[in-house]
């Protein structure tokens, strides 16, 4: 599976969107773009996924690039419950997780 | 059951015991996952299953560690000779399939090792 970079950390503003980056420079055409955020002690929760084409849902957006070589998630109007952990991964058939993100809702 | 269900929820042990795992995925779910997550990391892939059969076991950290899924359905993770540094959380996901199903994840195994 391709590798994804993503920032250790980032800040956001309660009612502000809240835009996600994560790399995957060496992804392969079958492979899915997937983002996972985990609350503290709780187990990983699906947010959304996308092959090539930008996805929305109840929860967030997804915008892939043209080259599929990066990805950005977008919470519209983040929440203090947005805090979270949340995993960029690059899938064909395992799931492989790896730092992601920690996102900070300040008030 | 509604979602995917782990027991035990919480395992103390000595050094050296054998533990075992137990994992119920959501009905008719083929796939099924098991990670391990340490204190302030990602979750570690370890295995999946599709259907019974093991398709990727690349993640197993040594032969201590070892799962089954005999029937393509409750899957079993066994750690022999157990050391401290296996005191982990052991999350167990399951999928519709392996290729493009979201994972749905139970709330861990979280095995102390003293």
């Known amino acids: 599976d391709a590798k994804t970079t993503q920032p250790t950390s980032m800040d956001c503003a309660e009612g502000r969107a809240a835009n996600l980056p994560c790399n995957h420079s060496?992804?392969?055409?079958?492979?899915?773009v997937y983002w996972y955020r985990q609350i503290h002690s709780q187990g990983p929760q699906y947010i959304i996924h996308?092959?090539?084409n930008n996805e929305t849902n109840e929860m967030a957006s997804l915008i892939i690039t043209e080259d599929r070589k990066s990805s950005t998630l977008i919470l519209p109007h983040a929440t203090l419950r947005d805090t979270a952990v949340y995993y960029c991964?690059?899938?064909?058939?395992?799931?492989?997780f790896g730092a992601g993100t920690r996102l900070t809702v300040k008030p | 059951g509604a979602g995917v269900s782990q027991t035990p929820s919480n395992k103390v042990t000595e050094k050296g015991k054998y533990v075992e795992l137990r994992c119920d995925p959501i009905?008719?779910?083929?796939?099924l996952y098991w990670y391990r997550q340490s204190l302030g990391q990602g979750p570690e892939f370890l295995i999946y299953?599709?259907?019974?059969?093991?398709?990727?076991d690349s993640g197993l950290p040594n032969d201590r560690f070892f799962a089954v899924r005999p029937e393509g359905s409750v899957s079993t993770l066994k750690i022999q000779r157990t050391e401290r540094g296996d005191s982990a959380v052991y999350l167990c996901?399951?999928?519709?399939?392996?290729?493009?199903?979201?994972?749905?994840f139970g709330e861990g195994s979280r095995l102390t090792v003293l």
């Open positions: 991964i690059v899938r064909a058939y395992d799931m492989r």
């Open positions: 996901a399951s999928s519709l399939d392996s290729r493009t199903g979201e994972l749905f």
């Open positions: 299953f599709q259907g019974t059969g093991a398709a990727d």
């Open positions: 009905s008719g779910h083929t796939a």
């Open positions: 060496t992804i392969s055409g079958n492979e899915y």
């Open positions: 996308g092959l090539k």
